[in-house]
């Protein structure tokens, strides 16, 4: 039995006659009580199907078969496709019950023939009641598995990405190569028009930090400045101290359009970078203006920039490492294992393409008396200053190394004999020109230089370049010092300068 009173402040149930008599009306509304309100629409003035989609949704609605029959297919088509409301089907006709197989037919869940007494109705709405709390359980079901499908999707476009940023930042120990992937890999989430980053090193005795400024791209000097501002202040504020100076190194050697916009041409993210919970860095992103992020997606955002933080540090570390391992500690230039593997490599190189070959090997003049008379620190300071003079004099393609205590070779590929003479003398001069002060003292060193030369075509062995540069060497430090000296052959004329 169907029992449904009305609560104070509760609406009545709604529900649908579709073309219903007086007589009918009463009969249903006879049957239901006072929990249910009946929407009768007149059989002459039948709404249209998009119109009921608007209505407020019945819990059943009554159709005399008389009326449905009348209905051309067109229109009757139109009511089946009404799917949220159950439709209860009145014979009012025939003496005959209509089959069931023609009552589902038509797209009605059941049918009730007159007189339509109370137990009729309330079973027909009790079955309506039922299928309707049926459909809208396995509705809401439907929701919540395609919310879970929207859910796992996304999950897993964030897992895909997140195994992106791993790839890219762990395909590479060179800090430019990561910054530069990451660019295009956080390009999926963020419109990232450039990636700058900031990493800097804390001295311990005056808790002052060097900082390396990594750009996206060379820029005009207007806009670098601009740029490098922002990020010392950055590294000011997230290294939580004073910083120094700064190196500048650009990811992106090509020359784009988008190099030449300001930090306030868009909106600018800044993200600390921490390994082992330390702060050694900060990335920053210049965005477009108007994009917004969702929550998860900021979420992502934060863990890929934890795992490109992880990659940054575990490069830096390497660079190092390497840089211990190729430098010299006191002059930071090569060291000599660096250089003999580089005169292999160009010695190689110059054999498959023929090209010309130099080689210096340079030598301070009495070098001993400086650390006898003004100690071995003031001896470092030459040392470093010439290795200043070296780094500063030469192409990035060549190679200047510390060959061992005061003796320093730079190797020169694609330089001629006179070229090589050339550059030598200039150093020379460099080093002669320097004045040194250490300790109330002032003082100055010369250099004695040799050149030797591999021209194009010539064969000769390995070590060959090395033995006649040390040869010209020995000429100029006997021969008076602080001069250039080009080897020459057995007995040939040598070419000497001071």
Same mark, same amino acid.
């Given at each position: 039995?169907?029992?449904?009173?009305?609560?104070?402040?509760?609406?009545?149930?709604?529900?649908?006659?579709?073309?219903?008599?007086?007589?009918?009306?009463?009969?249903?509304?006879?049957?239901?009580?006072?929990?249910?309100?009946?929407?009768?629409?007149?059989?002459?003035?039948?709404?249209?199907?998009?119109?009921?989609?608007?209505?407020?949704?019945?819990?059943?609605?009554?159709?005399?078969?008389?009326?449905?029959?009348?209905?051309?297919?067109?229109?009757?088509?139109?009511?089946?496709?009404?799917?949220?409301?159950?439709?209860?089907?009145?014979?009012?006709?025939?003496?005959?019950?209509?089959?069931?197989?023609?009552?589902?037919?038509?797209?009605?869940?059941?049918?009730?023939?007159?007189?339509?007494?109370?137990?009729?109705?309330?079973?027909?709405?009790?079955?309506?009641?039922?299928?309707?709390?049926?459909?809208?359980?396995?509705?809401?079901?439907?929701?919540?598995?395609?919310?879970?499908?929207?859910?796992?999707?996304?999950?897993?476009?964030?897992?895909?990405?997140?195994?992106?940023?791993?790839?890219?930042?762990?395909?590479?120990?060179?800090?430019?190569?990561?910054?530069?992937?990451?660019?295009?890999?956080?390009?999926?989430?963020?419109?990232?028009?450039?990636?700058?980053?900031?990493?800097?090193?804390?001295?311990?005795?005056?808790?002052?930090?060097?900082?390396?400024?990594?750009?996206?791209?060379?820029?005009?000097?207007?806009?670098?400045?601009?740029?490098?501002?922002?990020?010392?202040?950055?590294?000011?504020?997230?290294?939580?101290?004073?910083?120094?100076?700064?190196?500048?190194?650009?990811?992106?050697?090509?020359?784009?359009?988008?190099?030449?916009?300001?930090?306030?041409?868009?909106?600018?993210? *800044?993200?600390? @970078?921490? $390994?082992?919970?330390?702060?050694?860095?900060?990335? !920053? +992103? /210049?965005?477009?203006?108007?994009?917004?992020?969702?929550?998860?997606?900021?979420?992502?955002?934060?863990?890929?920039?934890?795992?490109?933080?992880?990659?940054?540090?575990?490069?830096?570390?390497?660079?190092?490492?390497?840089?211990?391992?190729?430098?010299?500690?006191?002059?930071?230039?090569?060291?000599?294992?660096?250089?003999?593997?580089?005169?292999?490599?160009?010695?190689?190189?110059?054999?498959?393409?023929?090209?010309?070959?130099?080689?210096?090997?340079?030598?301070?003049?009495?070098?001993?008396?400086?650390?006898?008379?003004?100690?071995?620190?003031?001896?470092?300071?030459?040392?470093?200053?010439?290795?200043?003079?070296?780094?500063?004099?030469?192409? *990035?393609?060549? @190679?200047? $190394?510390?060959?061992?205590?005061?003796?320093?070779? !730079? +190797? /020169?590929?694609?330089?001629?004999?006179?070229?090589?003479?050339?550059?030598?003398?200039?150093?020379?001069?460099?080093?002669?020109?320097?004045?040194?002060?250490?300790?109330?003292?002032?003082?100055?060193?010369?250099?004695?230089?040799?050149?030797?030369?591999?021209?194009?075509?010539?064969?000769?062995?390995?070590?060959?370049?090395?033995?006649?540069?040390?040869?010209?060497?020995?000429?100029?430090?006997?021969?008076?010092?602080?001069?250039?000296?080009?080897?020459?052959?057995?007995?040939?004329?040598?070419?000497?300068?001071?």
């Amino acid at each position: 039995m169907l029992k449904q009173t009305i609560k104070r402040g509760k609406r009545p149930e709604l529900m649908w006659g579709l073309g219903l008599d007086d007589s009918l009306a009463g009969q249903i509304a006879q049957g239901v009580g006072p929990g249910f309100h009946i929407r009768n629409f007149p059989a002459d003035s039948l709404p249209r199907a998009r119109e009921l989609s608007q209505e407020e949704k019945p819990c059943a609605a009554w159709v005399p078969w008389s009326v449905w029959s009348a209905l051309s297919e067109q229109r009757r088509q139109e009511y089946r496709a009404q799917e949220n409301t159950q439709r209860i089907l009145i014979q009012d006709t025939g003496d005959e019950p209509l089959e069931m197989d023609t009552v589902l037919a038509e797209g009605f869940l059941t049918v009730v023939r007159t007189p339509l007494t109370r137990p009729k109705v309330q079973d027909a709405v009790f079955r309506a009641r039922e299928v309707t709390s049926m459909y809208s359980d396995i509705y809401r079901m439907t929701e919540e598995i395609l919310l879970e499908r929207e859910l796992l999707a996304r999950k897993t476009d964030q897992l895909m990405f997140l195994n992106k940023i791993l790839a890219s930042a762990t395909e590479s120990l060179d800090p430019a190569t990561i910054l530069l992937n990451a660019k295009d890999t956080l390009s999926l989430v963020l419109p990232v028009k450039m990636v700058h980053a900031a990493f800097w090193t804390r001295q311990q005795d005056s808790g002052v930090a060097d900082v390396e400024l990594f750009l996206n791209g060379k820029m005009i000097p207007d806009t670098e400045s601009l740029w490098v501002e922002h990020l010392m202040a950055s590294a000011a504020e997230m290294g939580s101290g004073p910083v120094n100076g700064f190196n500048i190194l650009h990811t992106d050697p090509a020359r784009r359009p988008e190099f030449s916009l300001t930090p306030k041409d868009g909106k600018l993210v *800044t993200m600390p @970078l921490t $390994a082992a919970h330390e702060t050694f860095g900060c990335l !920053v +992103l /210049l965005c477009e203006p108007d994009y917004r992020l969702g929550r998860d997606q900021v979420e992502t955002f934060r863990s890929a920039v934890n795992h490109l933080g992880l990659a940054l540090r575990n490069a830096l570390i390497f660079k190092e490492v390497k840089l211990r391992a190729d430098r010299d500690g006191l002059t930071r230039i090569y060291n000599r294992h660096s250089f003999d593997e580089r005169l292999i490599y160009e010695i190689k190189r110059r054999r498959r393409y023929n090209h010309d070959l130099s080689l210096l090997m340079v030598d301070l003049d009495h070098f001993k008396q400086v650390n006898d008379t003004y100690g071995h620190k003031a001896g470092d300071m030459v040392l470093r200053k010439v290795g200043e003079i070296l780094t500063e004099t030469f192409r *990035t393609t060549d @190679l200047a $190394a510390r060959y061992g205590g005061e003796e320093f070779v !730079v +190797l /020169l590929p694609h330089t001629s004999e006179e070229a090589a003479w050339k550059l030598a003398e200039r150093i020379r001069e460099s080093i002669q020109g320097c004045v040194f002060r250490f300790d109330g003292h002032e003082f100055s060193v010369t250099a004695s230089i040799g050149v030797a030369s591999v021209e194009a075509g010539a064969l000769t062995r390995d070590d060959d370049l090395l033995i006649k540069a040390d040869k010209a060497l020995y000429k100029a430090k006997n021969n008076g010092r602080n001069m250039v000296v080009i080897s020459r052959p057995e007995g040939a004329a040598q070419a000497v300068t001071n």
